[in-house]
């Protein structure tokens, strides 16, 4: 039998899992090796085992579908995170499985494709023992280790067309607009979407608003003869002094499901303003459809760079990019450490030089 490896994708969906999917199966086919992609992220790993095997006929198309041939999936026997990001340790059990599983297909390594939630799992199986290989997938943008995730700009070009949609909308309406979007602990895609779409209002989990500050924008567009504004406010935006929005009921094993605050914050502004005011929440349209060009060019270098990395033995790692380069970098180096967004960065400062508000003025 020739060498073998394995990938799943876990956690959330995101435009690029294919591509990285594609990228892994063609570059091992190059050297001879097979690949086994497994259903449904880790559960795939656990009896009865679930995998399909990546030929190189299964790789036609992947560059530019969205989604993921082989699922995922953010709950079941595999929850490393809960609540609010708080880390708990796989039930060693479930660990003991999965490794005499690896074992018993004779795979040289695992390929783990997520964000911080599926990395810091991949991070328990490795000190189970087990060969693995990070690459890193949030929308949201906020690891560390690496200068940015595939997903990401495919989810700002969403958020971006949806600002430019309601621009014309709010225009005609004289209306405030409410766009929320993801962003949990980061507000990476609220402000580089806030930007580039020509929002007013930016609202970020960095730096805590209040209303006074966003009514105070709204109203001093009207004395300018603008009678329509655009607040852009990611998931994880609070206001000052208060706690994270969340949707529903706290589920075992799972983190908060953040949302609603876009709801929030509209409310509060007609009541203040006494402006009509709607919200749009863009929510799982950022994860669909098809990846950008640029994030079909990053997802293929992240992908024949984790099958290096594995031809190299340097298992425990993660690709990360460090431009021009993807490198390869510690787990632990990357899982738990947020990147979020500088309050007094170059993003933030560019968008205050516009006459952008981020609500915390007062």
Not at 74 to 84: I, L, M, Q, V, W
Not at 231 to 257: F, I, L, P, S, W
Request: hydrophobic content about 40%; overall charge neutral; charged content about 20%.
């Amino acid at each position: 039998m020739s060498e073998r490896i394995g990938i799943l994708t876990g956690g959330g969906d995101c435009p690029g899992l294919n591509a990285v999917i594609r990228a892994v199966g063609k570059s091992a086919s190059k050297r001879g090796w097979e690949t086994l992609g497994f259903l449904g992220g880790f559960e795939g790993l656990l009896d009865p085992v679930q995998f399909k095997v990546l030929d190189y006929r299964s790789m036609d198309g992947l560059l530019f579908k969205g989604g993921t041939i082989l699922g995922t999936s953010n709950r079941g026997h595999f929850a490393a995170k809960t609540g609010h990001g708080e880390v708990q340790q796989i039930p060693e059990e479930i660990l003991s499985a999965t490794k005499a599983n690896i074992e018993r297909l004779g795979l040289r390594a695992l390929i783990v494709v997520g964000g911080d939630g599926t990395l810091t799992i991949a991070q328990q199986l490795f000190e189970q023992g087990i060969p693995v290989v990070g690459v890193p997938k949030t929308i949201d943008n906020d690891i560390e280790a690496t200068v940015t995730t595939f997903g990401f700009d495919s989810a700002v070009a969403s958020a971006t067309d949806a600002l430019d949609r309601l621009h014309t909308t709010a225009e005609s309406h004289n209306r405030v607009f409410v766009l929320e979007v993801m962003g949990r602990y980061a507000g990476w895609i609220a402000a580089h979407a806030g930007i580039a779409g020509g929002g007013d209002v930016i609202l970020i989990p960095e730096i805590p608003f209040n209303y006074e500050s966003i009514c105070a924008k709204i109203m001093e567009r009207e004395s300018q003869g603008k009678h329509f504004t655009l607040v852009v406010c990611a998931e994880g935006a609070r206001e000052r002094g208060k706690d994270y929005v969340t949707n529903g009921v706290q589920e075992k094993d799972r983190e908060a499901k953040l949302g609603g605050v876009g709801a929030l914050v509209a409310s509060e502004i007609q009541k203040r303003t006494g402006k009509e005011t709607r919200v749009c929440v863009l929510g799982h349209l950022q994860r669909g459809g098809g990846p950008t060009t640029y994030d079909r060019l990053l997802c293929t270098m992240f992908g024949t760079k984790a099958v290096q990395l594995i031809a190299e033995g340097k298992f425990g790692y993660m690709v990360a990019l460090r431009p021009p380069d993807t490198v390869a970098v510690k787990l632990t180096e990357a899982i738990g450490r947020l990147r979020t967004v500088p309050p007094s960065g170059d993003m933030v400062q560019t968008a205050r030089a516009l006459g952008i508000s981020f609500g915390d003025e007062f």
